[in-house]
């Protein structure tokens, strides 16, 4: 789903990030604010042989900014924890091992590219750029293997690492990068990115967003989340029937990215009192399901806990 330019959320901290010649950058800011946009950003920026824009941007119509916009720059490489285990399950411990950054320490082949070997090739266009997506999950042992590289990149290749909290990334790394923080943008802006998006204004949407701009890459996702969290939580007061059958239903949509939080933010208006009930239920059910506990009784059992929470067990 194409997302707002991030020129247009984040054009200042663009503008900054695009005439940074140095090895690496490290961008902190809460979740779904607009990091990884923005790091995009930086990497057409970097590669641009176009007229830039007044934050520096690429000018998104040379070559590389359209295979940037492609999702298939050659000079790009986006590294993450991974999700899932190699059975297919959710990962309990999110961590980016070193056989991310070696490919003979990858022993199960869990990346396909490896940074390493990514940077032994020289750049098609102008800059390699290697984007960490979750600094904080790097492991010792690779941070370790990193530090030459970031100290002295092949063929001068450009670092952006990304944190919800720069205290949690190793020092190591801190210390070699120029920080930037990313923060949460007015909803005025929020509103220009939907505006931007071809889209009407969604109160919903922008309530939800709370400054966070990269809610509106996923806004379908969000949009669908919300809908199930407030049909759910309806159905809790239309007794204990109603209330498994609801539940039977989120568990079949559930999305553990975007349903705990429109369930939040479905409840924000509830006592407080009610609110710390349901939040202790909504952790209950989440630590079932990364424990593989049964989803159908998981669920079932959470409908009976926010029941009781709300004082709806008649």
């Known amino acids: 789903m194409t997302p707002p330019p991030a ?35 930086i990497a057409g920026a970097h590669n641009c042989s176009g007229t830039r824009g007044m934050y520096g941007e690429g000018c998104g119509v040379c070559p590389s900014c359209r295979a940037l916009a492609a999702g298939a720059h050659p000079d790009l490489l986006i590294v ?14 999110r961590v980016i091992p070193v056989g991310a950054v070696l490919a003979a320490r990858d022993k199960s082949h869990e990346y396909e590219t490896h940074v390493y070997e990514f ?27 990193l530090l030459k590289l970031v100290e002295e990149p092949p063929h001068g290749a450009l670092f952006v690492f990304l944190a919800e909290d720069r205290r949690a990334v190793l020092p190591t790394i801190q210390s070699r990068s120029a920080r930037l923080d990313v923060a949460p943008v007015p909803d005025r802006a929020v509103e220009r990115g939907l505006a931007g998006l071809g889209e009407d204004a969604d109160p919903a949407l922008v309530a939800f967003a709370a400054g966070r ?9 969000v949009r669908a989340a919300l809908a199930d969290a407030a049909e759910f939580s309806g159905a809790l007061a239309g007794g204990l029937l ?9 568990e079949k949509r ?23 009930r349901a939040d202790t239920a909504l952790s209950a059910l ?25 004082g709806l067990e008649g």
Do not use: C, M
């Open 286 to 310: 989440e630590d079932a399901l990364a424990a593989y506990a049964s989803p159908s009784l998981s669920f079932q059992v959470f409908a009976l806990r926010l029941r009781e929470a709300f």
């Open 213 to 221: 701009a990269g809610v509106l890459e996923a806004r379908e996702a």
């Open 242 to 250: 109603a209330a498994l059958e609801a539940a039977e239903r989120l």
């Open 80 to 93: 993450e924890p991974r999700t899932t285990t190699s059975t297919g399950k959710a990962a309990r411990r």
């Open 7 to 41: 020129s247009l959320l984040h054009g200042p901290l663009l503008e900054q990030a695009a005439a940074f010649s140095g090895n690496a950058l490290l961008l902190s800011g809460p979740a779904r604010v607009g990091k990884r946009a923005a790091a995009l950003a």
């Open 119 to 145: 940077l032994e090739v020289r750049p098609t266009f102008r800059r390699r750029v290697v984007v960490v997506d979750g600094a904080e999950y790097l492991g010792l042992e690779a941070a370790n293997a």
């Open 254 to 276: 559930w999305d553990a990215t975007w349903h705990p939080e429109a369930l939040r933010f479905i409840w924000r208006e509830r006592p407080p009192h009610e609110r710390a």
